[in-house]
């Protein structure tokens, strides 16, 4: 995981596309999720994010690890979201902005940090269950949504078996790619 | 400021809770957070609910993220060409020559397509087999002007489209007697129906409608893929059975693809007004103008489309906006009549955009795809063999 972490890194501070492809499976919608909490068009968020990953192609800035590029991340487009809706001009990347009242009015009571804990929440299932085949994604998907083994059959038109085949073949595949406490939780679901 | 070491810390608790009891430890530093603001409660029982993941997923999912990655490789393509040209105006200054030398290249390289043909795969052209109520069959492309149903209706025939003359309603039959058209790979064909419904039919598309309609309503069947310009008739519903789903139809034009060999079948409303019927579960989805609906047997999906991409095969054209090479020639192999083979799986996903008139050479769809230099192509027959371009 370590070694694949600091791999990635290399490639986005190298201004590989390959790094930047693994931003966009990993982070794109959840950011894009995050930013239109300021926002009434999803439209609107999707620039922000988008222009924050083009920042960070064309800056000369690298980045030690996998954990201060999430943080990193999450307070560009925190602050691209907030200086759009303000009507700013120009947004320049290193004016950071922390105007809680503001923000609190903004997002129906939620505290940037509770956004940012869900955000983050999600994300990693996300990313997790991204990593299956389109048929596993969809047993999981199911499972999650409370139907038995034998409605998911009935659904998806495999036999019980086979659910049972996907959902153990889902487990093993997760089992090496995942960070610890993310597989756990996966592994709540399955049983 | 933002504390993330708390945020990334907090997280790890509340995936780690789910499946194993916290250590002391971490209970008393989760139960800090849940102290710390009522609303970290809220949010705390709100993650812990199942179906709000499986919410929140679909919400994640609905991020177009590979057409993003493409704008952002467009963008940044376009940012290292920027720079090569200013690298280029400099060298110019001392060296010209090495600046014709670049430009000579880069013509060579423009002109030179990747692809390995010349083939003779044509387009589709307008031909179609019709299935009298007696079950004999014609030729459309071959057959005269007039083709004569037993019960006495003409059908005009004008060699790209059949026209049925609408009926007094007094002499109504009684029995209803279908006719059938069948579209085969590499054809199209136009109707116009007894009660002046106009519909436009795509290739390997079977339709199957009564010579003259009556009764209470208009009911027809298809399989493949059709646009419609439902005659306007209040009292009189228009309904479309496909395998999949049923149209309920209150006057309208709209595109149904169904094709038996795709897994979803799409419903693209142009205006007016339909519902839509699933098969299998009985659901029913109203459509407003530019509602697309895709059923397949997992779940349906209603979104907001630009509907042009979805009727620009009826306007003469061929267009895609950002779709994958598969989606692309899943397309072309109906209308060119051709197989496609892939040497590479990765390649199926790489996404294109086209527009060109529907009538053109095969070959002119190539040297536009080929010209993005991302795949090869070589033509044995009628069949295609995509590579991945070095």
Same mark, same amino acid.
């Given at each position: 995981m370590d070694n694949l972490n600091s791999h990635i890194i290399d490639q986005i501070n190298s201004k590989k596309t390959e790094g930047y492809k693994y931003l966009y499976d990993n982070f794109y919608a959840s950011l894009c999720n995050f930013s239109?909490?300021?926002?009434?068009?999803k439209e609107d968020a999707e620039d922000i994010v988008q222009d924050v990953f083009i920042r960070i192609w064309k800056s000369n800035s690298t980045f030690e690890s996998l954990k201060a590029l999430t943080s990193f991340l999450y307070l560009s487009v925190k602050n691209g979201s907030l200086n759009a809706t303000r009507n700013r001009p120009k947004w320049s990347g290193n004016d950071v902005f922390d105007d809680e009242d503001f923000l609190n009015l903004k997002l129906d009571e939620k505290t940037i940090e509770q956004l940012l804990i869900e955000e983050e929440f999600y994300r990693q299932i996300y990313v997790t269950i991204n990593k299956l085949s389109q048929e596993r994604k969809e047993v999981i998907l199911l499972s999650m949504g409370g139907y038995t083994n034998k409605e998911i059959a009935d659904k998806t038109g495999v036999s019980v078996n086979t659910v049972k085949t996907l959902k153990l073949k889902a487990y093993r595949l997760l089992r090496d790619t995942l960070e610890p406490s993310a597989l756990a939780f996966l592994l709540s679901l399955m049983n | 400021m933002i504390d993330f070491k708390k945020i990334d810390t907090i997280v790890n608790l509340l995936l780690a809770e789910r499946e194993r009891p916290l250590t002391d430890n971490e209970k008393s530093e989760l139960d800090a957070w849940l102290k710390e603001d009522a609303g970290n409660q809220i949010v705390f029982n709100s993650l812990k609910k199942e179906k709000n993941i499986q919410a929140r997923l679909k919400i994640l999912d609905g991020y177009d993220k590979e057409k993003a990655y493409s704008t952002f490789v467009r963008n940044i393509k376009n940012e290292r060409n920027k720079k090569i040209i200013r690298f280029f105006r400099y060298a110019a200054l001392l060296i010209p020559f090495f600046l014709s030398i670049y430009f000579i290249y880069q013509r060579l390289s423009d002109i030179e397509p990747e692809i390995e043909m010349l083939s003779d795969i044509q387009p589709g052209t307008s031909k179609a087999v019709l299935q009298l109520a007696n079950g004999s069959v014609i030729d459309l492309e071959k057959e005269d002007k007039q083709i004569k149903e037993y019960d006495g209706t003409v059908v005009q025939n004008t060699q790209n489209q059949l026209i049925y003359k609408p009926v007094d309603k007094k002499q109504e039959p009684k029995k209803i007697r279908y006719n059938l058209i069948k579209i085969p790979r590499g054809g199209e064909y136009q109707l116009s129906l007894s009660d002046g419904t106009k519909v436009w039919l795509n290739a390997e598309t079977i339709l199957k409608y009564p010579v003259t309609f009556s009764g209470k309503t208009r009911e027809i069947f298809m399989e493949g893929e059709a646009f419609f310009e439902v005659a306007k008739n209040a009292d009189w519903p228009f309904i479309v059975h496909t395998s999949a789903l049923k149209v309920n139809v209150f006057g309208t034009s709209f595109n149904i693809r169904a094709y038996p060999d795709e897994e979803a079948s799409t419903t693209t409303l142009v205006s007016g007004k339909v519902s839509l019927i699933q098969s299998g579960n009985h659901k029913e989805y109203n459509l407003t103008p530019n509602d697309q609906a895709i059923v397949s047997n997992l779940e349906t999906v209603i979104q907001k489309v630009n509907v042009n991409q979805f009727i620009a095969w009826k306007n003469g054209r061929i267009l895609f906006e950002e779709n994958t090479l598969e989606e692309v020639f899943n397309n072309l192999s109906r209308w060119y009549d051709i197989e496609v083979d892939y040497?590479?799986? @990765?390649?199926?996903n790489l996404r294109f955009s086209i527009d060109v008139r529907?009538?053109? @050479?095969f070959d002119e769809l190539l040297k536009i795809i080929g010209l993005t230099k991302k795949v090869k192509f070589e033509i044995n027959g009628n069949r295609v063999i995509i590579k991945k371009s070095k």
């Open positions: 239109a909490n300021f926002f009434e068009y | 040497t590479d799986e @990765e390649i199926k529907r009538y053109s @050479e």
